[in-house]
């Protein structure tokens, strides 16, 4: 939100984000379909905001309703909510993608705020996980540039035993693919083990990145995985190309 840089402190940037939310945004959604139960839709807006970046379904939230707000909304009234929030640009959906079968898994799904700061002011700031965050960034930035962008799941077998791993993001344009795992912080070999292994279970020849926190330059090992800060990776617009 381009204003909110001209304004000087952080009450007055908290306050602006929370009034567009209201003013701008839910009036607009309620009024434009139609919607009667306008405090369900704000609940459903603030849940979706402290699960940023996880995998959820419409009955998973009806649940979370049920559960936490004592509401019996129903799956198929939060799904229509969901698509409310879509077409008003606050919210972007990203789908799963079987990397080695080659197909979409309907549900569940991410989603993602295409404004982080009115996702923050929504939760007065107290939810500020910086891995979500980053990965709520990234996407961004992702989509931005142009790419369609899902998250990512390979099938794994290890000593026996079936297991799915994620990979955040397959970013793609045309004939050009990229794999991107998003990591804050890797403290030691086996987090950075723990990212990588999704990404070496990939045999394709399409380009594989961790993108860390900080503003680590880009670098690349010997199994062609690529490492970049955060910083780098956002301001360079051919980082994708390091």
Do not use: W
């Not at 107290?126 to 990965?135: A, D, S, V």
């Not at 000593?159 to 793609?172: L, P, Q, S, T, Y």
């Not at 804050?184 to 999704?198: I, V």
């Amino acid at each position: 939100m381009p204003y909110i840089v001209g304004l000087k402190t952080d009450r007055d940037k908290t306050d602006y984000l929370e009034a567009l939310f209201r003013e701008t945004y839910l009036r607009d959604i309620v009024e434009r379909n139609d919607i009667r139960h306008e405090a369900e839709l704000g609940e459903l807006v603030s849940i979706v905001a402290s699960a940023v970046g996880s995998l959820t379904n419409p009955d998973k939230l009806a649940r979370a309703f049920r559960t936490l707000k004592s509401s019996s909304i129903s799956a198929p009234t939060i799904k229509r909510y969901l698509d409310c929030l879509e077409d008003a640009f606050l919210l972007s959906e990203a789908q799963q993608y079987n990397v080695k079968g080659k197909r979409y898994i309907s549900t569940p799904l991410k989603y993602y705020f295409e404004d982080v700061g009115l996702r923050n002011a929504l939760l007065n700031f107290r939810q500020q996980e910086e891995t979500h965050l980053m990965e709520n960034v990234l996407y961004n930035e992702l989509v931005v540039r142009g790419y369609h962008v899902d998250v990512g799941v390979v099938d794994l077998v290890e000593n026996g035993k079936r297991k799915r791993v994620e990979i955040d993001f397959v970013a793609n344009e045309g004939s050009r693919r990229y794999y991107i795992q998003s990591a804050f912080a890797l403290p030691d070999a086996e987090k950075r083990a723990q990212e990588e292994r999704p990404l070496l279970a990939v045999k394709d020849f399409f380009k594989k990145i961790v993108v860390v926190g900080g503003s680590a330059k880009a670098s690349r090992d010997e199994r062609g995985i690529v490492t970049i800060g955060l910083k780098q990776f956002l301001l360079d617009p051919n980082s994708l190309e390091l």
